[in-house]
């Protein structure tokens, strides 16, 4: 009769050691895990920092600085960005968006962002299932103003979980959180875009990249082109950006 509490005893002190193993092995969102030591660029030392378990993609925020960075293998350098960069972020479940954030100022960049609704949907549907319908999938998916590669996904969970058990429920804290995190630039770039238009334009005038001097006409009107195919620009920033350019290239040449 008295093994009985000896084993009772002993299963406990098991089941604590094994939820302190999955615990430890789990990410935590506070606590910077990026392979890269003290600051990820020149000037961006960030003030918290996630990557993938798999080591793949991830992302880091300076608050104070309303800038983030996104972390991925086909970029080898770190892409730093303002808030104004960030247009939308969603926490998704298995392809499903269980929250989402996105921009609502200034009111040229909700046009033209309506005009990317399709493209962001379709983005999710084949990118964000998990194909193995046993396993829960969690991520944060950011759209940015990057023209190249405008969606960026975090995967936090993709394995078979239990929704309510102890690896789902911290998994879907830490995602929740990340996405929180960037809902909060998302909220301070409306805010600067409407109570400081004149400080936004120029900021938004710095981040467009300086015309190429060895470049032609040409050239320059093919890449505003491919902007407004992408619906990156509107018909009226094609149309003022295309006179520029005509109108320099008729000016005479001065020694």
Same mark, same amino acid.
């Given at each position: 009769?008295?093994?009985?509490?000896?084993?009772?005893?002993?299963?406990?002190l098991?089941?604590?050691?094994?939820m302190?193993?999955?615990?430890?092995?789990?990410?935590?969102?506070?606590?910077?895990?990026?392979?890269?030591?003290?600051?990820?660029a020149?000037?961006?030392?960030p003030?918290?920092?996630?990557?993938?378990?798999?080591?793949?993609?991830?992302?880091?925020?300076?608050?104070?600085?309303?800038?983030?960075? %996104? %972390?991925?293998?086909d970029?080898?350098?770190?892409?730093?960005?303002?808030?104004?960069?960030?247009?939308?972020?969603k926490?998704?479940?298995?392809?499903?968006?269980?929250?989402?954030?996105?921009?609502?100022a200034?009111?040229q960049?909700?046009?033209?962002?309506?005009?990317?609704?399709?493209?962001?949907?379709?983005f999710g549907?084949?990118?964000?299932?998990?194909?193995?319908?046993?396993?829960?999938?969690?991520?944060?998916?950011?759209?940015?103003?990057?023209?190249?590669?405008?969606?960026?996904?975090?995967?936090?969970?993709?394995?078979?979980?239990?929704?309510?058990? %102890?690896?789902?429920?911290?998994?879907?804290?830490?995602?929740?959180?990340?996405?929180? %995190?960037?809902?909060?630039?998302?909220?301070?770039?409306?805010?600067?875009?409407k109570?400081?238009?004149?400080?936004?334009?120029?900021?938004?005038?710095?981040?467009k990249?300086?015309?190429?001097p060895?470049?032609s006409?040409?050239?320059?009107?093919?890449?505003?082109a491919?902007l407004?195919?992408?619906?990156?620009?509107?018909?009226?920033?094609?149309?003022a950006?295309?006179?520029?350019?005509?109108?320099?290239s008729?000016?005479?040449?001065?020694?």
């Amino acid at each position: 009769m008295e093994i009985i509490p000896i084993v009772a005893i002993v299963l406990v002190l098991f089941a604590l050691i094994v939820m302190f193993v999955v615990l430890a092995a789990l990410p935590s969102p506070k606590k910077p895990i990026h392979p890269y030591s003290g600051a990820i660029a020149k000037d961006f030392s960030p003030t918290q920092v996630f990557m993938e378990q798999g080591g793949e993609h991830g992302i880091a925020i300076h608050e104070r600085a309303h800038q983030f960075c %996104l %972390l991925r293998p086909d970029h080898p350098l770190p892409q730093i960005h303002h808030c104004s960069d960030l247009l939308a972020s969603k926490l998704m479940k298995n392809g499903t968006p269980l929250e989402q954030s996105i921009r609502t100022a200034p009111a040229q960049l909700v046009t033209e962002m309506k005009a990317l609704t399709n493209e962001w949907d379709q983005f999710g549907q084949p990118t964000l299932k998990t194909p193995n319908p046993a396993n829960q999938k969690l991520d944060v998916c950011l759209f940015t103003k990057d023209t190249t590669n405008p969606f960026h996904v975090v995967n936090f969970l993709d394995m078979e979980a239990k929704p309510g058990g %102890l690896i789902y429920n911290k998994a879907f804290t830490a995602a929740q959180y990340w996405h929180g %995190l960037m809902s909060e630039l998302i909220q301070m770039a409306d805010e600067q875009a409407k109570s400081m238009p004149e400080t936004y334009q120029a900021h938004e005038e710095t981040r467009k990249p300086a015309p190429d001097p060895q470049s032609s006409p040409a050239e320059e009107l093919i890449k505003l082109a491919t902007l407004l195919d992408k619906k990156l620009i509107t018909q009226e920033e094609f149309d003022a950006q295309k006179q520029k350019i005509l109108t320099a290239s008729l000016e005479p040449v001065r020694d």
